[in-house]
Nanobody
Framework: QVSLVESEGGLVRTGASMRLSCVPS????????MGWFRRAPGKEREFVAA????????AYADAVKGRFTISANNAENTVYLQMDNLKPEDTAVYYC?????????????????WGQGTQVTVSS
């Protein structure tokens, strides 16, 4: 079993930056793949970014590429999502997710464990 504790999101203005963090616990083999997903009001959950901690491989959704960065601080056992140049369309509930090693890091069904979600609101 893996539990994921996410930091609080918040309300920011267009163009601002925000960093989300996720602290996973549980067997390390179950949280090799770490992902961030989001769900905007009235929309389906969508992939944002993912990191394969064993290889350092990352992937990003086209909508956030160049603006968001996923990283891990293994010493602190924390995974981060740095979000820069935020836009109103980034407004959503953001979820941290974990899975064993998988190549299908963009697919939500690949993830076994999910955080509680944190609201990020970007005002125009």
């Amino acid at each position: 079993q893996v539990s994921l504790v996410e930091s609080e999101g918040g309300l920011v203005r267009t163009g601002a930056s925000m960093r989300l963090s996720c602290v996973p616990s549980g067997h390390p083999s179950l949280r090799v793949t770490m992902g961030w997903f989001r769900r905007a009001p009235g929309k389906e959950r969508e992939f944002v970014a993912a990191l394969l901690r064993s290889d350092g491989v990352t992937a990003y959704a086209d909508a956030v590429k160049g603006r968001f960065t996923i990283s891990a601080n293994n010493a602190e056992n924390t995974v981060y999502l740095q979000m820069d140049n935020l836009k109103p369309e980034d407004t959503a509930v953001y979820y941290c997710a974990a899975a064993p090693k998988t190549l299908r890091i963009r697919l939500p069904q690949s993830y076994n464990f999910w955080g509680q979600g944190t609201q990020v609101t970007v005002s125009s």
